[in-house]
């Protein structure tokens, strides 16, 4: 089971990002999805979620109306595109796969939105 993020990087506020979730060894379609971030010093947060079939999804107050998760089970990838950045988005992002009783987890990717 391997779960690659990418996309991360440094951006000023008010920009964009797309993070990607790469994943292998299981299959993906059948897994939800989530997006998850940890800031430094702080506790790791959900961000968003989405079904298997993409039927539903779910946002964070933090972040609705700034991020869109979505997933393509053809090529076994997860989604996050993250727009308005704010300096306080600064985090580590994760994605995660769940399905009882399986919980799989990315490396994480670092984003940093700074002037």
């Known amino acids: 089971v391997q779960l690659v993020e990418s996309g991360g990087g440094l951006v000023q506020p008010g920009g964009s990002l797309r993070l990607s979730c790469a994943a292998s060894?299981?299959?993906?379609?059948?897994?939800?999805m989530n997006w998850y971030r940890q800031a430094p010093g702080k506790e790791r947060e959900w961000v968003a979620s989405?079904?298997?079939?993409?039927?539903?999804?779910n946002y964070a107050g933090s972040m609705r109306g700034r991020v869109t998760i979505s997933r393509d089970n053809a090529k076994s990838t997860g989604y996050l595109q993250m727009d308005s950045l704010k300096p306080e988005d600064t985090a580590v992002y994760y994605c995660?796969?769940?399905?009882?009783?399986?919980?799989?987890w990315g490396q994480g990717t670092q984003v940093t939105i700074s002037s």
């Open positions: 060894g299981f299959t993906f379609s059948t897994y939800e």
């Open positions: 995660n796969l769940w399905r009882f009783p399986n919980n799989y």
């Open positions: 989405i079904t298997s079939d993409s039927g539903n999804t």
